[in-house]
């Protein structure tokens, strides 16, 4: 099983920034997937979540009207599309898939990638 997080960097406040998660070793379609973000000195937090089919997403409310998540299953990819980024979105972001239902909480989730820096600053 392999969740292998692109697309991060250094990006101005105000800037946007297009995670990718490429998933391999699993049927992708039949889980639930999520990002998390742990900022330094910080506990790792939920970010979103989405289910099978991409059509139920949530969100975290400090992100919510500026993130975008999105599957595609033919792809075996999931995205984040981060807009009007503040520099409180600086964290390692992290790709995590679930077997069951979707959840907010990351003991739920099986499998997670090694995590993309995103650093938001002048």
């Known amino acids: 099983v392999q969740l292998v997080e692109s697309g991060g960097g250094l990006v101005q406040p105000g800037g946007s920034l297009r995670l990718s998660c490429a998933a391999s070793g699993f049927t992708f379609s039949t889980y639930n997937m999520a990002w998390f973000r742990q900022a330094p000195g910080k506990e790792r937090e939920f970010v979103a979540t989405i289910t099978l089919s991409g059509i139920a997403i949530s969100y975290a409310d400090s992100v919510k009207g500026r993130f975008t998540m999105s599957r595609d299953n033919a792809k075996n990819t999931v995205y984040l599309q981060m807009n009007s980024l503040k520099p409180d979105d600086t964290a390692v972001y992290y790709c995590?898939?679930?077997?069951?239902?979707?959840?907010?909480?990351?003991?739920?989730?099986?499998?997670w990638g090694q995590g993309t820096q995103v650093t938001v600053s002048p």
């Open positions: 995590t898939a679930r077997s069951g239902g979707w959840s907010k909480d990351q003991g739920a989730y099986n499998y």
